[in-house]
């Protein structure tokens, strides 16, 4: 079934220690991001991308970096995690010629900072 | 950048009822306004859209308004039913920006039987 993929579903992390969530979406959009939810905080941008080789930073972006090699992958690294980026994180990705098009989520990573 | 708010955090309703979510933008250069249901511990999925050069959109039960120059929108569901129970975002977005969308916080939805 096409759409987005994303690993791992949950994780319990240590604070200090680094993760990568992966996406892997196999629609062949240009765009690509990278939300947090938190309860009462609704949908926040941490990254995005245009297109492969291209990255941008969004509302929340500290804590986080992201690459994008190419077209379908786009992973979210945290390099030293901390307690406050506990949170579910959504990958998406739009087919985005400029235009502006609803987006297609991944299911999630419920990730735990302890 | 971009605000959105969102009202009313939680709405319910009677089976049958209609239901009415508002949101408000602040960058008059937005351009798409989209909408999401999230049911409880899944993902966000696309439920209905509007572009800037539309007032109105409807698809079955769900429509949308668009006021640009109150920038405003609301999505409004009529006869509703149990399985509508849900959070609901809107969002908005400019198209030449990445189309990076800003999310409003939410609305819960709950329709009682």
């Known amino acids: 079934t096409a759409g987005i993929t994303q690993a791992p579903t949950s994780q319990i992390l240590a604070a200090g220690r680094s993760m990568t969530l992966r996406c892997t979406q196999d629609?062949?959009?240009?765009?690509m991001y990278w939300y947090r939810q938190d309860l009462g905080l609704g949908l926040r941008l941490i990254h995005y991308?245009?297109?492969?080789?291209?990255?941008g930073k969004g509302e929340v972006p500290d804590g986080y970096s992201v690459s994008r090699a190419n077209t379908d992958d786009f992973p979210l690294t945290l390099a030293s995690a901390v307690p406050s980026q506990t949170s579910v994180y959504f990958c998406a990705s739009s087919d985005l010629p400029g235009g502006g098009y609803g987006y297609t989520f991944g299911s999630g990573t419920r990730l735990t900072v302890v | 950048g971009e605000n959105v708010e969102q009202h009313p955090s939680t709405l319910s309703v009677q089976e049958g009822d209609s239901a009415v979510i508002k949101c408000t933008y602040s960058d008059s250069a937005s351009n798409y306004f989209p909408w999401y249901k999230q049911e409880l511990g899944k993902r966000p999925q696309l439920i209905i859209d509007?572009?800037?050069?539309?007032g109105e959109k409807k698809d079955q039960r769900i429509a949308v308004t668009l006021n640009k120059t109150a920038k405003h929108f609301s999505l409004h569901i009529t006869e509703t039913q149990p399985e509508d129970s849900a959070v609901y975002f809107c969002a908005a977005s400019i198209g030449t920006n990445a189309g990076k969308s800003t999310f409003g916080d939410g609305t819960t939805l709950t329709v009682k039987p």
């Open positions: 991308s245009n297109t492969a080789g291209t990255t």
């Open positions: 629609m062949r959009h240009n765009a």
């Open positions: 509007i572009r800037s050069n539309v």
